[in-house]
């Protein structure tokens, strides 16, 4: 199953030059990187990061993160798939610009 994480332009830079990283500051404060599922994503994108423009989407295997991906509930109580330990650019499956539109981000149509 694929997973989601939104990067900043920034973010997406620094994960490339430097093959990993502890993710953006909310993540470093929380402890760990959080993740979305498809479901999930866009709500995501547009409570955390409304009028965001230069973001990047990044597609995850899950299976591929290992016991270091727990689901624990968040929102609602939904199960939200969180990284406890670095985010790896080797684990990226795609990557993509999120560009935002009028109505929001514009997210890719082949997603899976």
């Known amino acids: ?3 989601y994480k939104i990067l900043r332009s920034g973010e997406w ?3 490339q030059a430097e093959a990993e990283t502890t993710g953006a500051p909310v993540d470093e404060a929380d402890g ?9 994503v ?3 994108a547009a409570k955390h990061f409304a009028g965001g423009d230069g973001l ?3 597609a995850f ?6 016991e270091a991906l727990k689901w624990e509930p968040s929102r609602g109580g939904a199960l939200f ?3 406890y330990g670095p985010l790896k650019l080797a684990d990226v499956r795609w990557s993509r610009p999120l560009p935002l539109g009028l109505g929001g981000h514009i997210f890719p149509d082949d997603m899976t």
């Open 1 to 3: 199953m694929l997973i």
């Open 13 to 15: 830079a620094a994960l």
């Open 32 to 40: 760990y990187i959080h993740f979305s599922t498809l479901a999930q």
């Open 42 to 44: 866009r709500e995501t």
């Open 56 to 58: 990047y989407i990044l």
């Open 61 to 66: 295997e899950a299976d591929d993160l290992g």
């Open 81 to 83: 798939p969180h990284l």
